[in-house]
Structures are given as structure tokens and as C-alpha cells.
């Protein structure tokens, strides 16, 4: 009987992992998708804090203005992209892919840290060349799902946002990955593969969305 309350244990413990995880999934999924820009477009929008703070005055210490929920939301998720449990980084993944186009700007700045990284082509120990390789592909993986809900063409609408130093860095970026996939010697290698796989994707996607 111990061994049936054992197992039992076991497998109410799992399901409380799942739903878990499925909950905070669509919760981070929610709040990718309704997060607004940091920057100069919410400015349009005037927060009147001190009148939340007298009605709400238990609460007020949870409150956080609008204009800084995007900055906060990315600051606290991207730094998950190299969490351990594989489960937790595809949830950051369709996540992060489920981005709001007007917060787009603000997930490059806060992506800019592991972009640079995975532009270095350079010959390195194998397990950080190894550890490379799964944030390109995480990388990609992002950007395809972002140009499968057709985020760039709302993006490269608006020229003056192409002039922003994150524009130029992603298309660095992505010109660095293409170079990378016709130089690494291991093309046949599986995690290569999904990499190529999922950047021909994306540049199909992409190409048809910019002007």
C-alpha cells in the first residue's frame, strides 16, 4: 500500500508541475502580447498615479506606471532564455514570440546582450561554442514565430524606428547568422540543421512582410 500512496505522491506532484507550468505559460504569453512600449509612444498616455495611490492605498507598493511594464516584463523573461529546465525555456521562447509589435523595439534592447554574443564566429572551447549554438537557435526560434504573427510588417512601417541602434544591431545580427551557416563546418549536425531549418523560415516570413 506504501507504494501505491508512493506513486500516487509521484504523479499528483507531476501534474502540479504541468499545470504549473501551463499556467504561467499562458500567463507570460498574455502578458507579451498586451505589454506596451516603454519608450515615446506611451508618453500620449497620462498615468495619474497619486489618484491610484488614494484609492488604492494597500495595493499602491504593487503598482508599477504602464510606460514601464514592457522594460520590466523583458528585463525579468530574456535573462530566463538560459534557465536549466528545458520546459521553462520553451515556454520564455513562445512567449517572447508572442511579442506585442509595439514593444518589439524594447525586446531587441533587452535581447541586445545574447544578439552580440551569438554574432561572435570565433573558435572557442566546445561546450561554449555548444552553448552558442542553442541560443542562436533560441534566437531564431523567437524571430520565427514573431514573423509568423507578422510583427515586422507593422514594424518596418515606420522609418524612424529603423534608425534606432536595435535595427541596426538585428540586422547585423541576422546577416552574422546567415554568414555563420554557410561557414560552420558541422552542417550535418542535428542542432545545426534545426538552426538552418528555422532561419529559412524566418527569411521566408520576413522578407514578405518589410517593404
Avoid at 499556467?23 to 489618484?51: M, P, R
Avoid at 484609492?55 to 530566463?80: C, E, G, M, W
Avoid at 536549466?84 to 523595439?105: Q, Y
Avoid at 545574447?114 to 561554449?128: A, G, L, P, S, T
Wanted: with cysteine; proline share 2%; net charge neutral.
Amino acid at each position: 500500500s506504501s507504494f501505491v500512496f508512493r506513486n500516487t505522491d509521484i504523479l499528483k506532484k507531476t501534474n502540479e508541475k504541468e499545470y504549473n507550468l501551463n499556467l504561467w505559460k499562458n500567463y507570460l504569453i498574455c502578458a507579451c502580447c498586451l505589454t506596451l512600449s516603454g519608450t515615446e509612444k506611451l508618453q500620449q498616455f497620462n498615468v495619474d498615479t497619486s489618484v491610484y495611490q488614494e484609492t488604492h492605498q494597500d495595493s499602491s507598493k504593487f503598482y508599477t506606471p504602464a510606460s514601464n511594464t514592457a522594460v520590466s516584463l523583458f528585463r525579468i523573461v530574456v535573462n530566463l532564455l538560459r534557465c536549466e529546465t528545458s520546459d521553462m525555456r520553451e515556454i520564455v521562447i513562445r512567449g517572447l514570440g508572442r511579442t506585442n509589435p509595439e514593444a518589439f523595439k524594447d525586446l531587441l534592447e533587452d535581447l541586445t546582450v545574447h544578439i552580440k554574443d551569438v554574432m561572435e564566429i570565433k573558435q572557442d572551447k566546445v561546450r561554449r561554442m555548444r552553448k552558442r549554438d542553442y541560443m542562436r537557435l533560441r534566437l531564431i526560434r523567437i524571430f520565427e514565430l514573431l514573423a509568423d504573427r507578422e510583427v515586422f510588417r507593422y514594424c518596418y512601417a515606420n522609418e524612424t524606428d529603423l534608425k534606432h541602434p536595435s535595427y541596426q544591431l538585428y540586422h547585423e545580427y541576422l546577416q552574422s547568422a546567415l554568414n555563420y551557416l554557410d561557414l560552420e563546418n558541422e552542417k550535418d549536425s542535428d542542432l545545426i540543421q534545426q538552426i538552418r531549418q528555422y532561419f529559412a523560415q524566418f527569411v521566408y516570413k520576413f522578407i514578405n512582410q518589410v517593404p
